[in-house]
């Protein structure tokens, strides 16, 4: 059973736009909700996070937004640059600390 | 400090051998994790240390795979008879226990069988 679902899988944005990413759960013990960064050939690195008392986080171009009660949180890149272009994964968080993680979108920002 | 380390950074091996990867964590995180990574997805959780208590298998998937960890050091990954759906990037990730969140990756053992 795939817990958390991430779409798209893949995303084209022009430098200086807007890449949105999607997630939704169903497990509603989750309290945890990060987002990893991941380069070829290099492990997941935490970009930005957030719990379910907060309906939004911004760290610098990153913002993530969050519905508990749609069960759906989001990133948000702004003005994306070509350094961006990863792969970004979401996940979750529920007992024990273990991470659920969506299938990944793979975002290039083209210059 | 040093992050995470993980080695073989490559692994190949023929079907049916035995393998073992290794994850170095950073020094001072208690809890620890392995996570697979097929290519294209996401990560699946495998095992989870936390200090000395028993570790959370939960996420093995099949009784060819086990883990152990030595105190709140080195851990590694065994996977018997090795089966060409084994293939995948094997990640680990330490974590400083006591309230914090972040999961800190290492680089992976991407492990071709062949």
């Known amino acids: 059973q795939q817990q958390v679902k991430q779409s798209p899988q893949s995303l084209i944005v022009q430098k200086g736009g807007i890449s949105i990413i999607n997630c939704a759960y169903e497990n509603t013990a989750f309290d945890y909700f990060p987002w990893y960064q991941q380069f070829p050939g290099k492990g997941p690195a935490l970009l930005i996070a957030i719990r379910p008392d907060v309906s939004e986080k911004k760290e610098g171009r990153f913002t993530i937004s969050f519905n508990k009660s749609a069960k759906q949180f989001s990133l948000h890149i702004m003005d994306s640059q070509p350094g961006d272009s990863a792969t970004y994964f979401c996940a979750a968080r529920a007992a024990g600390n273990k991470l659920t993680f969506g299938g990944g979108t793979r975002v290039l920002v083209k210059p | 400090g040093a992050g995470v380390s993980q080695s073989p950074s490559n692994k190949v091996t023929e079907k049916g051998k035995d393998v073992e990867l290794r994850c170095d964590p950073i020094?001072?995180?208690?809890?620890l994790y392995w996570y697979r990574q097929r290519l294209g997805q996401g990560l699946e959780f495998l095992i989870y240390?936390?200090?000395?208590?028993?570790?959370?298998k939960s996420g093995l998937p099949s009784d060819r795979f086990s883990a152990e960890r030595t105190g709140e050091s080195v851990s590694t990954l065994t996977i018997q008879r090795t089966q060409q759906e084994d293939s995948a990037v094997y990640l680990c990730?330490?974590?400083?226990?006591?309230?914090?969140?972040?999961?800190?990756f290492g680089p992976g053992t991407r492990l071709t069988v062949l």
């Open positions: 240390f936390q200090g000395n208590s028993a570790p959370d």
């Open positions: 020094s001072g995180h208690t809890a």
């Open positions: 990730a330490s974590r400083l226990a006591g309230g914090t969140d972040t999961q800190y």
